[in-house]
């Protein structure tokens, strides 16, 4: 049996929302109703929930960056995200932390960038070059 991660989000405009992650970032739409759109991210269910007035945002320091806490993503190859990296930049999106190598030449080491969706809601994008070091100490 496969398991999948899900996770369900508040964003203000689900109009904004479809954009952004089907168009953007490519995740197909699953069911939808007047409150509520399923997408899948990289094969896992994404749920934007209609609430404008949710969220309190705060952000912790890690490898001299201020990352934002709540936030959400995904772990992918290397090459996946140089290729979102890419597309992201020529969208002009803007980043909270711009792509990045953290923990370089230490167990850990990994990519990633952070940028928000059109509700503020944070997003992290990381790859490994090595899977192996996901969980590492």
Same mark, same amino acid.
Request: charge should be negative; hydrophobic fraction near 45%; charged fraction near 25%.
């Given at each position: 049996?496969?398991?999948?991660?899900?996770?369900?989000?508040?964003?203000?405009?689900?109009?904004?929302?479809?954009?952004?992650?089907?168009?953007?970032?490519?995740?197909?739409?699953?069911?939808?109703?007047? !409150?509520?759109?399923?997408?899948?991210?990289?094969?896992?269910?994404?749920?934007? !929930?209609?609430?404008?007035?949710?969220?309190?945002?705060?952000?912790?320091?890690?490898?001299?960056?201020?990352?934002?806490?709540?936030?959400?993503?995904?772990?992918?190859?290397?090459?996946?995200? !140089?290729?979102?990296?890419?597309?992201?930049?020529?969208?002009?999106?803007?980043?909270?932390?711009?792509?990045?190598?953290?923990?370089?030449?230490?167990?850990?080491?990994?990519?990633?960038?952070?940028?928000?969706?059109?509700?503020?809601?944070?997003?992290?994008?990381?790859?490994?070059?090595?899977?192996?070091?996901?969980?590492?100490?």
């Amino acid at each position: 049996m496969k398991n999948l991660f899900h996770l369900a989000f508040p964003v203000n405009d689900l109009n904004a929302a479809r954009e952004f992650y089907g168009g953007l970032l490519g995740c197909e739409e699953g069911r939808s109703s007047e !409150h509520w759109i399923d997408f899948n991210l990289y094969g896992h269910q994404i749920v934007a !929930h209609l609430a404008p007035d949710a969220g309190i945002k705060a952000s912790n320091e890690v490898d001299s960056d201020h990352v934002p806490v709540p936030h959400f993503g995904i772990v992918m190859e290397m090459d996946k995200w !140089h290729e979102l990296a890419e597309r992201l930049r020529a969208s002009d999106v803007k980043f909270v932390i711009e792509p990045k190598v953290r923990f370089a030449g230490e167990v850990g080491e990994q990519a990633t960038m952070f940028f928000l969706d059109p509700s503020g809601n944070a997003l992290e994008f990381k790859a490994f070059n090595d899977f192996s070091q996901v969980f590492a100490k």
